[in-house]
Structures are given as structure tokens and as C-alpha cells.
């Protein structure tokens, strides 16, 4: 009977010991929240919330120092930008091709080794970007600079294809074959089955995946920090040096930045910003998601 | 079979103008296809060709250098094995628990399904946000310093909400008749997912765990954010030591103008890539394994 109840004991023990593993993943959250809110409200003491979201001009570490985030705001939009001209045309080609067209030998052997691309470190880009992409553009582009928003825009959509490619993928196959069958059976080719049948059937999946693909390139870091120079600069021009949100804190780690200095708030209120937008895209792409699952269990 | 239908509906031409668009957007599909195939295959190439050269026993054993020829990989080597070690004591327990508690236990209210949220936000969360997090909680909160122990402990944070998802991946293609089987012999809960669930579910949890740390050991935004160094000219010796890591020594010398660092940040990339390939030989190896043995 004793040998009973301490197996009872333990069980609850043992149960709650994993609920409280599970629980903590929240503190997680409640942390980043609180370290951001913590250092960006000693930020916003300094500088008025407006100086900093509407300021055109960012000199934190110089001696005449002005706050105003959006150039860091355009370069990041910027690389962004770049990237997904690369990344979404691709991304869906590639998911179109390997759901509607490849024999499923070849969607089994190509799929993997794209997805090699999303497991390589980002500092390996980084320093393709820099040291490969940017000479080739140099020959091409005139007036490219040895730093510029174009080489690491091109290598960040390289990185995020697969992501693309794979989530649109598994949102196109999971279409009803009928609806393919239906296409057919009116006379559609294979492309206006994919195009106007199994694309918009599949249109909230991908449109997921390609708002989850641009969460992703706004907070990516090292391509960016290596390849896109650290000059903020107020200018859609991909040929000229820029930093973007996620560079600019890594230049200033790479200082000894005392902390309780306002340059070492700013990364921090830099961060809550970006925090906030990817936070939002995520949602954004989780709601996309949701319903295209109502639509098809 | 498509052409005979159509035949019957428009006209020869359009048919055929049909027919070729068709066959213009299949190649457009092959060549995205390829671009990916490709980018890989030149930044494989570019990386080879760059630092093979530069690859010796030397440049493995040494210290870094501010002369490029003298400057090697090793404190960073041992830097990363040592924080991706600690980095997997911490994140390991802590994501396999919840990931049992919200397979097994789980499925229960509103809270349940608050954590299931939670976690799959904070698996989109930028890396560079878990540095902040790690500079404010145990840089400075917890007085850590730019320690061994301050970059694993943000490192897990990083990797907990993966290892948390693939673990319930690995749960969740475990047979219920195990869980019934078991129960049916009288075992209580726990004695069913020590005893049953989890060896049979543990090919598949190593292997989600492997492809997290691997993800953990290219990481570097992160710990340049805690302030871990770029120039350490000794390998870290405890958990309270300063270190550098494999992509952190590769993008110190990215960093510096000279033809001979960009050598060298080639070779340490070969040098990263490399651990990364034997950690994903191992885990396809053990899972392959342990699916014999299992079976």
C-alpha cells in the first residue's frame, strides 16, 4: 500500500516537474519583453519616441548624436526588399514545378539538397556575398560599391528560397487531387491547372510562407553585418554601403559599450522595434495559416 | 490526351500557343529549380577553392594571430565544442520535459494551448533578439560576463523551442497501441513513457536534437551581441571563461581588409562545415542504428 502511494507521489512529481519545463518556455517570452521594455523605456527617457521612429538621421556613436531610426528602417527594407525579389519568384517556381511537374524522384532527391541551403551558417553567406557575389556584381554594375544592399539583398534570397519553396510546396500538395482532375477534364494544361486551380487553392499556405519568409530576412544579421557595410544612410540606392536594424547591433557589440549608456540602449530599443515587426509578420503568416486549414480537413 | 480536348474547344493555334506556354513555364520552373541547385554548388566550390589551400595541421592546432599565416583555429574549435556541450546539457532536459508534458500530458485548457502558441513564436524570434535577451538577463542581470556559460545558457534559449517541436514530432509517431499495451500490463503513467514511449521515440529525438545543435553552432549574431570576443589567443578553460567560437573567428577575419584573413576565414568556414557534416553523419548513422535495434 506505501510502495503504491509513493508511486502516486512520484508520478505527480515527475508531472509537474514537466509541466513546470514546459510553462518556463513563457518566461522565455516574458523575458525578451521584459529586457526590451526595460532598457528602450530608459531609451525613450533620453530621446522622444517620435525623434526616434521619424528621425532621418542616426549618429548614436558620434559626437553629435541624433536618434532618428529610419535609415536603419530603409536598409533593412531595402536588403529586404532585394532579397524577395529573389526569394518569392523562385521560391514558388520551384515549389510549382516540384509539386505540379517533377516525377516525385526528382522532388525526393532536390528537395532535401535545398533545404542544405537553409542549414548553412549564415556567416558562410555573409562571406559569399561579400568576397564572391560582389566582385561578380562589380563587373556588371557600374558604381557598385565594395559594400552595397544589392550582394547581400541577392545572397539573403538564396538563403530564404528554401523556405519558400518548401512551405509553398507542402501547401500546393495538400490541394484535393480533384480539383487538378477537374482542370484537366475542362482541357486546362498543366500550367493553367497549377496556375488558376491548385495556386489559388493553396493561395493562404503560400502567401504564409512568403510572409514568414519576409520575417525572416528582416531579422537576419550576418549577411548583412558582413556583406551591406555599416554606414546608415537615408537612400533606396542598392549600390551604395548601408546598415541595417540587425547590423547596427552588431557593430555596436563588437564596441566595449559600457552599459547604461544611451549607445548601449539604442540596440536595445533597435531590437524592440524589430522585435515587434517580425512579431507581428508571424502572426500575421500563423492567422494565414489557420485558415488555409479550415479550408481543407 | 490535353491537345485532343482542347482541339475540341478552341482552335489549332491557340491550342498550340497553348501548349508552348505551357512548355516556356515548365522550363521557367526547371530553371528556378536549378538557381537553387546552383547557388549551392558555387558557394560550395567558391569556399573550396578559397581555403583549401589554407587548410593544415597547423592552422587546426594554432592559436589566431595577427599575422595571417601564423593564425589558426583552435581555441575557437575548442570554443565551439565547449559551448555547443553545454549548450545541449541545458536545452536538452529542459525541451524533451516540455515536449513530454505537451505531448503526453498535455491537450488540457487554455494554458496548454497558450504554451503551444508561445513556442511556436518564439522558434520565428530573430537569433539576434535571444543575444539582447542573453546580454540583458545573464551578461549584466546575472552578472555572468561574457562568459562560456553566458553564451551556452542564450544559445539554449535559442534552441529550446526547436528541440521542443521536433521532440513532439518524435512523440507523436509513437504507436498509441505501445501507450495501451503498456497501461493494459498495469504500468502507471510515467512507467509507460520512461519505459515504452521514449526508447521508442528516440531515434527520432536524437536526431531533431542534432539538427538544433547544429543549427546552435553556426549561430553567430547572438553571441557577438553577449560580447563574446573576437580575438582570444587561448582556448576557454570553464564554464566562467571568455571564448570565441568557429563563426565568430570566421567573421573576425571576414572582417579584415587583407586578401590572407579572407584565406583563412575560407579555411575556418571548411572547418565549420565540416563539424556540421559529422554531426549530421552521426545522427542519420545512430537513427539508422536504433531503428534496427527498435524494430
Known sequence: MTRRRLRLVVEFVIERALFLSAAGSILITAGIIFVLLFETAAFLREVPLADFLFG?????????KHFGVLPLVTGTLLASGIAMLVA???????????SEYAPSVVRRTVKPILELLAGVPTVVYGYFALLFVTPKL??????????????????MGIMILPLVSSLSEDALRSVPNGLREGAYALGATRMEAALRVVFPAAFSGISAACVLAVSRAIGETMIVAIAAGQQPRLTLDPRVPVETMTAYIVQVSLGDTPGGTIEYRTIFAVGMLLFVSTFVLNLFSNWLRERFREEYS | ??????????????????????????????????????????LLYDVVSDGAGRLSWQFMTSYTSRRAADAGIYAALVG??????????????????????????????????????????????????????????????????????????????????VVILSTREALRAVPSSLREGSYALGATKWQTIWNQVLPAAFPGILTGLILSLSRAIGETAPLVTIGALTYVPFAPDGIWSPFTVLP?????????????????????????????????????????????HTR
Open chain 1, 138 to 155: 562589380q563587373a556588371l554594375v557600374p558604381g557598385l560599391s565594395g559594400f552595397n544592399a544589392l550582394s547581400p539583398g541577392i545572397v
Open chain 1, 88 to 98: 518569392l519568384p523562385a521560391g514558388l517556381m520551384t515549389a510549382i514545378y516540384l
Open chain 2, 1 to 42: 490526351m490535353t491537345t485532343a480536348v482542347a482541339g475540341t474547344v478552341g482552335t489549332t493555334v491557340t491550342t498550340r500557343s497553348r501548349t508552348a506556354r505551357d512548355w516556356l513555364f515548365t522550363s521557367f520552373g526547371l530553371l528556378s529549380t536549378l538557381l537553387g541547385l546552383v547557388a549551392l554548388g558555387t
Open chain 1, 56 to 64: 532621418t538621421v542616426w549618429t548614436p556613436l558620434f559626437f553629435d
Open chain 2, 248 to 292: 565568430i573567428q570566421v567573421f573576425a577575419w571576414v572582417s579584415r581588409p587583407q586578401a590572407s584573413f579572407a584565406e583563412n576565414a575560407a579555411a575556418g568556414i571548411l572547418v565549420l562545415l565540416g563539424l556540421l557534416l559529422i554531426l549530421n553523419a552521426t545522427a542519420i548513422t545512430l537513427r539508422d542504428r536504433l531503428q534496427r
Open chain 2, 80 to 161: 565551439s565544442l565547449f559551448v555547443i556541450t553545454l549548450t545541449a546539457a541545458i536545452a536538452v532536459p529542459l525541451g524533451v520535459a516540455a515536449a513530454v508534458h505537451l505531448e503526453e500530458y498535455g491537450g488540457r485548457g487554455r494554458l496548454s494551448r497558450l504554451i503551444e502558441i508561445n513556442i511556436a513564436n518564439l522558434a520565428g524570434v530573430p537569433s539576434i533578439i535571444y543575444g539582447l535577451l542573453g546580454l540583458g538577463l545573464f551578461v549584466r542581470g546575472m552578472g555572468m560576463g561574457q562568459s562560456v556559460l553566458a553564451g551556452a545558457s542564450t544559445l539554449a534559449l535559442l534552441v529550446l523551442p
